[in-house]
Each structure stands twice: as structure tokens, then as C-alpha cells.
């Protein structure tokens, strides 16, 4: 029994190394980028489009309305990276329907890759939208004491997600394959049912946490101003 | 008592104890959050959309913490460098 997908190994030339994870993750974002080709080949502005499109456009819409409500101005402007998060993380989770299938979030160096693209995406965004002076100078909110507080606590909620979601789907995939040893019959199926909602949740989680930081961090020009 | 013994015996009770006394406190935890959640849904319906995502956002940080002990706890178990190394003495 192993720990997380980095295990087993596909293919070996010198020290590159093609375990499972990597081909799954290419696997999945050949998925989603050739689909999203496919389906906006040619987008049309009628009022009854095709079913994949009006698919597609709920999808946006939503998650640009969720950001929104979170309290990010422009949401446009971040629905790319922030879309990106939750559609990845939700498909890798959502494919453990398949039999035979490991979820590459279910390993530390996905998740790890992920909260640094969060830990470089929060201050790239905060710079963009207040300038370097003045985010710079919000680390020293409230008073500069805070500073070393606040730079740890950068660092540890990257930590944080990106333990929080390794811990959740590699810990629903390991139950599962103990229990498949030990009563193999209904209840196996209940905790994929379990471990369905819960990769769902934590995609949305992983998903509103990056926007909450990116929308802490806009904020330091109106709180600069006043 | 030799190493071998040692280590493992550490290791086991150590998992065991880890994942036990790690889940009581956000187990309490998200109980007083979903309970106050389920007040305050009573007092504003109106503004159940957000009580419900901040809830579960809550619930998710809360939970982390169980996450932290399960992942520790399995390290001890599958992923254990000491008993790797003490493993991989004896084998010499």
C-alpha cells in the first residue's frame, strides 16, 4: 500500500522519472483543454445555443459570480487563474469514478505546486491592483511589530492548503482501499460516495480560500487610503 | 530492548494516540460552528446563501486540523524514515 501516486514509477530514463501523477495531470489537462477547444470551435450569440456551450457559460458565469461575491472587483480579471484552481482540482476528484484511476491531487507535489501558484499569484495580483509601494507597506499593518506575524502567516496558510488537500483525498483514497480488504462489499461504495463530496468541497474550498487571499491583498490601497 | 523494537513500538502507539486525542477537538469544534450556524439560519433565513458557504469554508479550516493528525499519523505508519533506516540496517 502506497502513500500517494509519486510511487509508481511508468517509465525511467537516467534521473527523469515519469511516475503516475505526471501523466495523470497530463492526461487531465489534455482533457480540458482539448473539451474547451471543442465546445468554443465556434461560439454563437442566439438565443438557443448549442447544449455544451450553455454548459460551458453556467459553469463561467457562476464562478465568475462567486468571486464576485467574495468581494474581488473585476472578477474578470482573475476568473482565469481562479476558474483554472477549482475546474482542475474538481476533475481530478470527480474522475475517481473510474476504477483504477489515482488522483493526482492525492499526492504533496501536485498539491504543493498548486499553493505555490496561490503564493505567487497573491502578491503578482497585489502589486497589479495597488503598486509595489503600497503592498509592501501593508505587511506593516497595524503596526510594524506585525511584520515578521504577517510573513509567517504567508507562509503557513501555502502550508496549510496544501496540506489540507493532500490530507483529504489521499486519506479518502487510503480508507477506501483498507476497507476493500476488509468488508469488500457495500460499504466500499459508500465511502467513494464520501469521497466524492469531499473532493468537491475541498476543490471549492482550495478555490475560495486563493480568492479570499488575493482579495485580502486588492485591498491594501483602500485601506492605505484611509 | 533492542532499536528495531523500539522504534516500532513508538511508531504504532504514537499513530494510534496521534489520530485519537487529534479528533476530539475539531470534532467539538465543528459542532459549536454548525450550531451556531443552524441559530443564526434560524434568526435570517434571508441570508442563508452566505452562512451557508461561510460555514462550510469554516468547517473546511476546521477540519484541517484533523487532516494534520491523519497525515502525521500515516507518515508513522506507510512513509516511516526511521524505520526505514533501521530497516534497511539490519539488512546489511
Do not use: D, S
Given at each position: 500500500m502506497h502513500l500517494s501516486s509519486d510511487a509508481l514509477i511508468l517509465w525511467q530514463h537516467g534521473f527523469v522519472k515519469l511516475n503516475v501523477t505526471i501523466v495523470t495531470t497530463w492526461v487531465l489537462m489534455l482533457v480540458m483543454v482539448v473539451g474547451a477547444k471543442l465546445v468554443t470551435r465556434n461560439l454563437e450569440h442566439r438565443v438557443d445555443i448549442s447544449r455544451w456551450q450553455s454548459l460551458l457559460e453556467v459553469v463561467v458565469v457562476t464562478i465568475r459570480n462567486q468571486i464576485g461575491e467574495v468581494?474581488?472587483?473585476?472578477p474578470e480579471k482573475y476568473l482565469g487563474f481562479l476558474g483554472t484552481l477549482f475546474l482542475f482540482i474538481a476533475l481530478s476528484n470527480f474522475c475517481?469514478?473510474?476504477?483504477g484511476y489515482e488522483p493526482p491531487t492525492g499526492s504533496l507535489s501536485t498539491t504543493a505546486a498548486l499553493a505555490l501558484s496561490v503564493f505567487v499569484a497573491v502578491p503578482l495580483f497585489g502589486i497589479a491592483e495597488s503598486g509595489l509601494g503600497i503592498f509592501l507597506r501593508s505587511?506593516?499593518?497595524?503596526?510594524?511589530?506585525m511584520l515578521p506575524f504577517n510573513i509567517i502567516s504567508e507562509l503557513s496558510r501555502t502550508l496549510a492548503l496544501a496540506i489540507r488537500l493532500f490530507g483529504n483525498i489521499m486519506s479518502g483514497a487510503m480508507i477506501l482501499a483498507i476497507l476493500l480488504t476488509i468488508t469488500p462489499f457495500i460499504f466500499p461504495i459508500v465511502m467513494t460516495m464520501l469521497g466524492l463530496l469531499t473532493g468537491m468541497v475541498q476543490a471549492y474550498i482550495f478555490a475560495i480560500l486563493a480568492t479570499v487571499y488575493i482579495a485580502a491583498a486588492t485591498r491594501a490601497r483602500e485601506e492605505a487610503s484611509d | 530492548m533492542d532499536s528495531i523494537t523500539l522504534i516500532a513500538m513508538a511508531s504504532i502507539i504514537t499513530a494510534g494516540l496521534t489520530i485519537a486525542i487529534g479528533g476530539i477537538a475539531p470534532a467539538l469544534g465543528e459542532g459549536r460552528a454548525v450550531s451556531t450556524a443552524l441559530s443564526s439560519l434560524a434568526q435570517q433565513p434571508d441570508a442563508s446563501t452566505t452562512i451557508t458557504r461561510t460555514l462550510f469554508v469554516g468547517l473546511a479550516m476546521i477540519e484541517s486540523i484533523a487532516i494534520y493528525c491523519f497525515v502525521v499519523s500515516m507518515i508513522l505508519i506507510f512513509a516511516n524514515p526511521f524505520w526505514d533506516h533501521v530497516i534497511a540496517q539490519v539488512a546489511k
Open positions: 468581494g474581488l472587483q473585476h475517481t469514478i473510474f476504477p505587511y506593516t499593518k497595524p503596526t510594524f511589530i | -
